[in-house]
């Protein structure tokens, strides 16, 4: 799969610093370096025939639709596309107006992932969102109206200016408005933003732990008596609608990243990550070299990354893939270590897959990290 970090923000959202002009030559400056980055990457994957493409990063919605258009057309000179492929584009509400949601309609993409976050003004104000809550509302709406059906929002819970009544009714919102798929996470301050900030001086209170978790749980249990799968911690889709961009990372499957900031993993033992700064990632191509960085991953690296991404989906790790693939000495350290954690039912194995079970999904990352070896 291939996925696109395409920097185009037209604001600093206050949970990120995130932002990238978005002038003219800035634009052309940028969708030229990414088809160029196309080209001299198209043999990394040994997979050719994609199953997923997706546009994500800052605001790809703020290109046009021939300019998104031109770059799928880009990756097809060099790849093929399943039948049944997704095509992401990554949205705000405010974006998605009928022109360009009319426009999309006629083209190869057939999947939105809308960053909602929220259908209360007083949580977009928080998190200093372009878009109000109407205009959340509106923007699925109008999508479904041009025939997508394949839709994802995110949801943000936890917020100080929300309440756990807030929150139930952005879920009863969520289903009536019979989106099939929710991305949800709880807020987290990030250092050197407005919302530390905010908190550092007393002016908002910090999240609490108690009420997220109670919040994460309720939303569980919510979307589940609702037909959604719960097939990964901040993941849930009804059947038909799972991400499969999303869920080719939490199997190691092989990633392209193009962009800046992108990622990209061979499936196996590397791991590169294209420089962040989009200035030195265009002249870079401009000289027709690649701007990234590449790391080999140790035999440690691969099992604790493999143990860090399956613990938190539904179907867990494979145990005889574990065996496969890695060595007698690490095995038996990780046998001692998950004993305990087997004892007090904080882990389970089913089908021969160590799983964390549902009701410890909150400590997920915590219980494989105690797994890492080190």
Same mark, same amino acid.
């Given at each position: 799969m291939i996925y696109l970090h395409i920097p185009f923000c037209k604001q600093k959202c206050s949970y990120c610093n995130f932002h990238f002009s978005t002038s003219l030559n800035a634009k052309e400056e940028m969708i030229a370096a990414i088809k160029k980055e196309i080209y001299l990457r198209k043999d990394e994957l040994e997979n050719k025939n994609l199953q997923s493409l997706y546009f994500g990063g800052g605001t790809p919605s703020l290109l046009t639709v021939d300019e998104l258009q031109?770059?799928?057309?880009?990756?097809?000179?060099?790849f093929s596309f399943d039948p049944d492929i997704e095509i992401t584009l990554e949205a705000n509400?405010?974006?998605?107006?009928?022109?360009?949601?009319?426009?999309?309609s006629k083209t190869s993409f057939n999947r939105l992932s809308i960053g909602t976050q929220s259908f209360f003004d007083e949580d977009l104000k928080l998190m200093n969102r372009a878009h109000n809550s109407g205009e959340a509302e509106s923007s699925i709406k109008r999508a479904q109206d041009f025939?997508?059906?394949?839709?994802? !929002?995110? $949801?943000?819970?936890?917020?100080? %200016? +929300?309440?756990?009544?807030?929150?139930?009714?952005?879920?009863?919102?969520? !289903?009536? $408005?019979?989106?099939?798929?929710? %991305? +949800?996470?709880?807020?987290?301050?990030?250092?050197?933003t407005m919302l530390s900030a905010w908190i550092s001086q007393g002016k908002m209170m910090a999240p609490k732990e108690a009420e997220q978790h109670e919040e994460f749980f309720f939303m569980v249990d919510f979307l589940k008596d609702q037909g959604f799968d719960h097939y990964e911690i901040s993941n849930f889709g009804q059947p038909g609608f799972h991400s499969k961009h999303n869920s080719a990372y939490w199997k190691y499957q092989e990633y392209l990243g193009l962009g800046p900031s992108a990622h990209s993993y061979n499936g196996?033992?590397?791991?590169?990550?294209?420089?962040?700064?989009?200035?030195?990632?265009?002249?870079?191509?401009?000289?027709?070299k690649l701007p990234k960085e590449t790391e080999v991953l140790t035999e440690k690296d691969q099992f604790n990354e493999m143990l860090m991404i399956g613990l938190r989906t539904s179907w867990g790790v494979n145990l005889e893939d574990l065996k496969k693939k890695f060595s007698t000495e690490l095995l038996s350290y990780f046998q001692k270590e998950i004993k305990s954690k087997l004892e007090d039912g904080m882990l389970i194995i089913q089908n021969n897959q160590l799983i964390i079970p549902e009701k410890h999904w909150f400590l997920a990352d915590g219980i494989a990290s105690d797994l890492f070896v080190v």
């Open positions: 031109s770059i799928v057309d880009e990756v097809l000179k060099y509400p405010d974006d998605l107006n009928k022109d360009f949601l009319k426009d999309l025939g997508f059906e394949n839709i994802s !929002i995110d $949801l943000i819970y936890g917020s100080p %200016s +929300s309440n756990f009544e807030i929150w139930k009714q952005n879920l009863a919102k969520t !289903i009536a $408005l019979q989106v099939p798929h929710v %991305s +949800s996470y709880a807020l987290t301050i990030e250092p050197k196996r033992n590397k791991r590169s990550w294209n420089i962040a700064n989009n200035q030195r990632y265009i002249n870079s191509l401009h000289q027709n």
